[in-house]
Nanobody, 125 residues
Framework: QVQVVESGGGLVQAGGSLRLSCTAS????????MGWFRQAPGKEREGVSS????????YDAASVRGRFTIFRDDNKNTLYLQMNSLKPEDTAMYYC??????????????????WGQGTQVTVSS
């Protein structure tokens, strides 16, 4: 059974930084592309950043490009999202999920089927 657990969210002032973590079990972690998504109240879930199974390729949404960095530590079965220069519009529940087996970086929502409970990020102005 695949289990995903996100952590690291919190309240931060605009311009600040946070690092999110995500551990995944019940799958061969280093063979899956991984992604971060977020959902703000009243809005649809949107892709934030993704990384290929090998870690060689990443893809970020335009809204976070240059501010967020996704990376993975396969030895720890852990995915990270380093978030810098945070803005109030980054406020949302953040989720990670495994993507396609031996997959490339993708923010296509249908590539992701197992979700954790999420971690809340709130950026104050």
């Amino acid at each position: 059974q695949v289990q995903v657990v996100e952590s690291g969210g919190g309240l931060v002032q605009a311009g600040g930084s946070l690092r999110l973590s995500c551990t995944a079990s019940g799958l061969t972690f280093d063979r899956y592309a991984m992604g971060w998504f977020r959902q703000a109240p009243g809005k649809e879930r949107e892709g934030v950043s993704s990384i290929s199974w090998s870690g060689d390729n990443t893809y970020d949404a335009a809204s976070v490009r240059g501010r967020f960095t996704i990376f993975r530590d396969d030895n720890k079965n852990t995915l990270y999202l380093q978030m810098n220069s945070l803005k109030p519009e980054d406020t949302a529940m953040y989720y990670c999920a495994p993507g396609v087996y031996y997959g490339v970086a993708s923010l296509f929502l249908n590539d992701y089927n197992f979700w954790g409970q999420g971690t809340q990020v709130t950026v104050s102005s």
